[in-house]
């Protein structure tokens, strides 16, 4: 089984505005208060295609990561590792139409996949989302020019929440091997597995993640809201410049 949840939302920046705070909305805590989670950020690729004009990148991003109190109460710490701060990758692909006004992202977890695989994809455009596929068709009929700027972007967020726990591949990837060469461990976490049943168990890890997505997704927004914000009143270079003075990368003068 797998877990979708969907929501629309519209920013009051044009979308140059909006695709510039995405890239930049980990770039420091001080930047965006609800980034602390985010430990560094790596660009993996960046290239644009010359025949499209379309920024292709991929990043990944490394958090601390708490699973959710309940899944570590449900599984075994031979599951789960016990409770408590994680560090966690997250892999994040993103293509950018300036042209034809937008973008889509996709940004999946690379650790506890057994446990739960989540996938984020979001589509931002200038176009409100009843008319993606107009704009779409429209765009790839003719070379058009490039479109006018609006006031607001609009962006629709998919989470996808699914959990191989039980699976057979899964059982064997939890030894625990005793000094007579026994693997107790892997017996018992058999024996849960069946005792609860893997279905049930897969369900109740991914209602667990999806109630936690509106509040996800609250915290997102309102760290894009700032990054808009202070590019909105300060505009991009003078904000980049604070933050490399605030952080000692570069020496200002004037400032």
Not at 43 to 53: E, L, N, Q, R
Not at 73 to 94: H, I, R
Not at 196 to 213: F, H, V
Request: overall charge positive; proline content about 5%.
């Amino acid at each position: 089984m797998v877990l979708t949840h969907t929501t629309n939302h519209a920013y009051s920046h044009p979308f140059p505005t909006v695709t510039l705070a995405f890239f930049l909305r980990y770039y420091s805590p001080k930047l965006n208060p609800f980034s602390n989670h985010v430990l560094s950020t790596d660009t993996i690729d960046s290239h644009v295609d010359p025949a499209t004009g379309r920024l292709y990148t991929t990043r990944i991003h490394m958090k601390k990561t708490r699973l959710p109190s309940a899944v570590v109460k449900l599984l075994p710490s031979s599951v789960t590792g016990g409770g408590g701060d994680k560090s966690s990758y997250v892999l994040e692909t993103s293509v950018v139409d300036i042209k034809e006004g937008w973008m889509k992202t996709e940004s999946k977890n690379l650790n506890y996949t057994g446990v739960l695989s989540v996938i984020e994809q979001q589509h931002y455009s200038i176009t409100p989302p009843d008319q993606h596929g107009f704009a779409t068709t429209s765009a790839s009929l003719a070379s058009a020019a490039p479109r006018p700027l609006t006031p607001n972007t609009f962006v629709t967020t998919t989470f996808c929440y699914q959990s191989r726990l039980g699976s057979k591949k899964q059982e064997k990837a939890v030894p625990e091997v005793t000094e007579a060469g026994e693997e107790p461990g892997k017996r018992r976490f058999g024996d849960w597995i069946s005792g609860w049943g893997a279905k049930r168990i897969q369900n109740s890890i991914e209602s667990i993640a999806s109630n936690k997505t509106a509040d996800q997704i609250t915290k997102s927004r309102d760290g894009m809201r700032i990054v808009l914000e202070r590019l909105r009143n300060n505009g991009v270079v003078a904000v980049l410049r604070e933050l490399r003075r605030r952080e000692g990368k570069t020496t200002m003068t004037g400032d």
